[in-house]
């Protein structure tokens, strides 16, 4: 059944004011069913977890650890696989850590990654990189921002420990063909690691199927809360690694024996999550993949698909606006970076603003694709989600008719 979006805006009350939100690339709105769940959990079942014996606690253990099957299966994994952390940004670092912590990424090794990726998918390397003695090799971009899939087998050499990859540019909306990668990757040895902060949200995965070892994503630009992401790890590498933080949660016992303070780590997802973890969040993002669910995901990337292609269509018609990556819909997920000639991309938000739509402006934590694609100023972000309608489209193609008959056409 076709995903309703007039329907499923009845779930997020900023939009009953007529708002067209088209920022959901940088987080999504929340359904009343998230905020309800984490209200009540809050409010009644709330104590902290995997500490006490009594009842409360035994409750707040249960939903923490249903949150981890939700999730789990929603990414095709089990529930011992998937590592709650705050956002995608920590599940890289928390990813490139382990790593590193790990003697995955020594002295002369090489981790590959894009020159398309966020900053979250760039910073931890290079700074692992530089801890280690290793170095950062950067898949160079064709000319419509898409990393050079074909280079692939030219940039992995036996030295290469890691590759990490972006599932869809927060961008250019390009997936990267990450089965291929991953098999690739597997081939040389190396570990393949997915920022999929774009993709969870937004198609269906099956990390295990497609090859990945690793993966992050961030509930809060799935419909759930701020403050909670996941690393997902593959089961028996999680079981085989250290983990690169320490302290309450992650040990299962600590002695002290003739050579000092012996550790035994607890199992895993645990031994990951050091300290107090997001207990209220993991209920919210429970609830926002149960949310999900319902839609189906199929149902999400094939609404997302049609929008995306209306308003591809809509701006190759206006031969004002400059696309950054692939022109054709089919190349690209519900993601739509522009700029309208002569005017600067804050400029232009300003004045959708004005008209009631909101888009992101600025370089999108993705500095050097921005400068590869001569945007070195940033580009204005429309991106899509369950909620827009075909409408939503329509208006943001009017009012930037609207914004450069007044203002940039008479440049
Ligand atoms: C592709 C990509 N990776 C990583 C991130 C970082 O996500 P977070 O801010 O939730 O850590 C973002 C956020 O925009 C993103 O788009």
Known sequence: MALDCTRVRQDFPPLSSGLVFLDNAASTLKPRSVMEAMHSFGLSSYANVHRGVYRLSMEASKAYEDAHEVVAKFVGGTWEEVVFTRNSTESL???????????????????????????????????????????????????????????????????????????????????????????????????????????????????????????????????????????????????????????????DRVKLGSGGVEIRWSTTPWKFEAGTPPIIEAVGLAE??????????????????????????????????????????????????????????????????????????????AHILHDALGHSEGSVRASLYIYNCISDVEKLLEALDDIYKRHGGAK
């Not at 160079?140 to 074909?150: A, F, I, K, N, T």
């Not at 609404?303 to 990556?325: D, Q």
């Not at 993601?335 to 004005?354: E, H, Q, S, T, Y």
Request: net charge neutral; hydrophobic share 45%; charged share 25%.
């Open 93 to 251: 670092q928390t990813a490139a850590l382990t790593l590193y912590a790990n003697g995955v990424i020594t002295r002369g090794s090489e981790i590959l990654i894009t020159m398309a990726e966020h900053h979250a998918n760039m910073i931890p390397w290079l700074r692992v990189a530089k801890m280690a003695g290793a170095s950062v090799k950067m898949l160079p971009l064709d000319e419509e921002g898409v990393p050079r899939w074909d280079l692939l087998d030219e940039y992995l050499t036996p030295k290469t420990s890691v590759v990490a990859i972006g599932h869809i540019s927060n961008v250019t909306g390009s997936k990267a063909p990450v089965e291929e990668v991953a098999r690739k990757a597997r081939s040389t040895g190396a570990l393949l690691v997915l920022d999929s902060a774009q993709g969870v949200p937004h198609t269906p995965v099956n990390f295990k199927a497609m090859g990945v070892d690793m993966a992050a994503f961030s509930g809060h630009k799935m419909l759930g809360p701020t403050g909670i992401g996941v690393l997902w790890i593959r089961r028996d590498l999680a079981e085989e690694l250290e983990p690169p933080l320490g302290g309450g949660g992650t040990v």
């Open 288 to 365: 926002a993949v149960r949310y999900l669910e319902a839609i189906g995901m199929e149902n999400v990337e094939r609404h997302e698909e049609e929008l995306t292609r209306a308003l591809l269509e809509g701006i190759a018609e206006r031969e004002y606006i400059e696309v950054l990556g692939p022109r054709s819909p089919g190349r690209r997920q519900g993601i739509v970076a522009f700029n309208i000639r002569g005017m600067k991309p804050d400029w232009v938000g300003l004045a959708l603003d004005r008209r009631g739509i909101a888009v992101r402006t600025g370089l999108h934590c």
